[in-house]
């Protein structure tokens, strides 16, 4: 079993950018278990399909670092209320896909790339539009990055073969999001 855990880098990159606003033990409290495994799922996957442990740490140290940038921008009231509205719509958007993705699990054979790459697609833009004026041209790469790996139409049609060898990270990872939903996170 590798030693990569997605906790611990989301720790890391949290204190990186928190360091001066909180404790260790704060941080600590920013992910939680479930988040935890998604991510600890979507390295798997990512690994898997790239075949390429390095690609997969980066893209989802990519995802941690945007998460938490975007959180430190929202908690500090950086946002305008054009933008609080983009805000929204990003996470209505995300919550379209997070049960979109489910119910392509939960019935077999329903999967449709185009609907899950569209909506991937929507969300990458939504996010990159609500923080143009905050973010660095870097971090615009990291999203951008994160969003065209997890929608390539290859990396879905592998996710979402029934029997595949992606198909039980697919089903943890949307156990994950079933839970998150319900907890109301997502």
């Known amino acids: 079993m590798e030693s990569f ?9 949290q204190k990186k950018i928190l360091s001066h606003m909180a404790s260790k033990s704060m941080v600590q409290m920013l992910i939680d278990d479930t988040s935890s495994e998604i991510l600890d799922e979507l390295y798997r996957i990512s ?15 990519d995802l941690v670092k945007v998460v938490v940038k975007v ?7 950086r946002f305008s209320k054009e ?10 958007k995300l919550h379209q896909g997070v049960m979109t993705a489910i119910s392509f699990q939960e019935v ?9 790459t569209e909506l991937l697609t929507d969300c990458r833009d939504i996010l990159l539009k609500l923080v ?23 990396l879905l049609t592998n996710l979402y073969t ?3 060898p992606l198909w ?6 949307c156990n994950g999001l079933n839970k998150l939903v319900e907890e109301g996170k997502l």
Do not use: C, W
């Not at 855990?5 to 990159?13: E, I, L, R, V």
């Not at 959180?71 to 009231?77: D, E, P």
């Not at 039980?168 to 990872?173: A, G, H, R, S, V």
């Open 168 to 173: 039980p990270n697919l089903t943890k990872i």
């Open 83 to 92: 933008e609080l509205s983009l805000a929204q719509d990003f996470k209505k």
């Open 71 to 77: 959180g430190v921008l929202f908690r500090h009231n």
């Open 5 to 13: 855990s997605s906790k611990d880098m989301a720790m890391k990159a």
């Open 108 to 116: 077999e054979f329903t999967f449709d790339k185009a609907v899950m």
């Open 47 to 61: 690994k898997e399909h790239s075949g390429n442990r390095t690609e997969a740490q980066k893209v989802v140290k």
């Open 162 to 164: 029934p029997g595949g």
């Open 132 to 154: 143009e004026k905050h973010l660095t041209l870097k971090s615009f790469g990291r999203i951008r990055h994160v969003f065209n790996h997890y929608s390539d139409p290859d």
